[in-house]
């Protein structure tokens, strides 16, 4: 029995462009977090991505110490620091990364006091 059936009516049209936004990062953490290709991780400005930034903060500061990574000096409490970027050379401001760890669980970035870190620029 060799019975023609009509070629379904498909209700999915091939979009010539993927959504630029799932190609150039995935979210983590539930979206508070974007991850890019090249490894890095950047917070989002949500208060979800806020919570995580200071979650990592607090990561860096007792790891130090509590102790500034620019001064050395103590830093008193939570709302007196601020996230250093450790800027690798020629990579310029462009390509933040909120990591802390690299991907060989080395510390990265550290936690500053605001002054240090605006006296840096
Ligand atoms: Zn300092």
Redesign the pocket.
């Known amino acids: 029995m060799n019975r023609r059936r009509p070629i379904p009516c498909s209700p999915y049209h091939w979009q010539p462009e993927a959504k630029p936004s799932s190609l150039r990062y995935d979210l983590l953490l539930d979206g508070a977090v974007r991850r890019y290709p090249d490894g890095r991780e950047v917070c989002q400005d949500s208060p979800a991505g806020w919570r995580e930034y200071k979650r990592r903060l607090e990561i860096m500061l007792s790891r130090q110490g509590h102790m500034?990574?620019?001064?050395?000096?103590r830093?008193r409490s939570l709302v007196d620091a601020t996230f250093e970027h450790q800027r690798r050379r020629g990579m310029g401001a462009a390509f933040r990364d909120d990591r802390i760890y690299n991907p060989r669980g080395e510390w990265m970035n550290g936690a500053?006091?605001w002054?240090?870190n605006g006296e840096k620029g």
């Open positions: 500034c990574c620019l001064c050395d000096k830093i500053a006091h002054v240090c």
